[in-house]
């Protein structure tokens, strides 16, 4: 956990030279946040040093995120829609969790995830709107 804050300054760093407006700055900050969050604490079980690899692109309407890491196999975009359901039911039936990859989905244009190599790999379109 102790690299999440050199991740989310890879980030920041990024959306300055590239001119990305603040708002979308932290609304990708929170998708890498929550990603590699879940990486650490669901995926590996603990803080660990496994490998968590980050590619980010822009195009004239989106950024790209490329999220990679060594965890157990693990689809994120097959929960948003479960996560989505929870959400109608009253807080104390709602389980405790997934509200995050819930607003990933909320904020994310398109997603695509494979496994190859023993590696989850994310792909993310965030469209800009600053």
């Known amino acids: 956990m102790t690299a999440l804050g050199d991740a989310i300054a890879l980030v920041e760093t990024f959306c300055a030279g590239q001119g990305i407006g603040r708002q979308d700055a932290l609304r990708l900050a929170f998708i890498v946040e929550e990603l590699f969050t879940n990486t650490v604490t669901h995926g590996h079980g603990a803080d660990c040093a496994a490998p968590i ?3 980010l692109a822009r195009d004239e309407a989106s950024v790209g995120l490329t999220y990679a890491d060594t965890a157990p196999a693990h689809n994120p975009l097959q929960s ?23 607003l990933i989905g909320q904020l994310i244009e398109t ?10 790999i994310l792909e993310l ?3 800009l709107e600053g």
Request: hydrophobic content about 30%; charged content about 25%.
């Open 111 to 120: 997603g695509r995830y494979r496994r190859e190599d023993g590696r989850n």
């Open 125 to 127: 379109h965030l469209p």
């Open 53 to 55: 690899t980050l590619g």
């Open 80 to 102: 948003f829609d479960a996560d989505a359901a929870s959400l109608v039911s009253s807080l104390q039936m709602r389980p405790v969790g997934g509200l995050g990859t819930y």
